[in-house]
């Protein structure tokens, strides 16, 4: 029997021995109160308690910690806006005052979480019944810089702090969200025919330039080809006179009959026509009342070339 007795005291030695050493994990903080009231705090490690008198009334967490939102609110033009938004908070600090503010707040973490929850809910709610429908979108870094400014303070008195806040998701009810689809669409073809116009537009100018530079160009050719054949027309012409002058002179001074020049040009003359008219029929009189006429002619241009000359 007093063996029995040994080791049921040895056992219960040991029970109370252990009892005086607890390990707290990294990232944690364990709240230590004396018959329900609050006595001291704990660090992660290994710490030594008073057994029976002194009891772990909770374990709070300094590690980060994120929750998902999903909730509604309410246009200024009575438009419903869905939101899901990511939340990421922590304890402020490992100071005593704020971890007593921690575990002591609330009843547990489920009564935090619901009133944290409900207090951004609100701070959104409010902030999007100031705002039309079309604003919203547009308007994902106002909200979130409203929020932290209306509950950071209330967050540090709970001793934590939030983080940040991500609207992941915004959208509307259904038919809202196809009317949007459906201007986004329109203002896309708008933006199509638009550019599309100014392209033609674009094109159809350059290709009137392009034409106006070519006709340009094309008459500043002709007018210089123009110019160039009457300058060789004019040349032609100018050394024929000279050359028929001259051999009038010299038939002159050789006593010679002029006239024999221009039966000369005009026998090669009709030679010529034979020779490169291709068929073509050229109608000449050959009577010799008509050869006396066309020579007569002649020699009144020859002389008259010859005056002008002189």
Known sequence: MDAIY????????????????????????????VFGKYRRMMPPGLNIKIPLIEKIFIRVSTQNRSTELTFQA??????????????LYSVLNNEEETVKNVAFKFVDDRSFMQALIRTIEGTIRAFVATRKQAEVLSLRNE?????????????KSWGY?????????????????????????SNNLK?????????LLITKTKGAEAEGNAIKISAQAEKEAAQLRGQGIASFRSEVAKGMAEAAKEMHDASLDSTFLLFSMWTEAIKHFGETGNGNVIFLDGSTDGMKRTMQQMMSMSMHNMEKDK
């Open 191 to 199: 933006a199509a025919a638009e550019n599309e116009g100014q392209a």
């Open 161 to 185: 702090h939030l983080i940040d806040l991500q609207l992941n998701d915004i959208t509307f009810d259904d038919e809202i969200m196809k009317s949007m689809a459906r201007v986004v669409a």
């Open 74 to 87: 309410t246009t200024q033009d009575q438009a419903n806006v869905f939101f899901k938004a990511m939340l």
């Open 143 to 155: 909200i979130v810089t409203e929020v932290k400014l209306h509950i950071d303070e209330t967050l």
């Open 6 to 33: 040994i080791g049921v005291l040895i056992f219960i030695g040991l029970i109370v021995f252990m009892g005086f050493f607890v390990t707290v994990k990294q990232g944690t903080i364990a709240v230590i109160t």
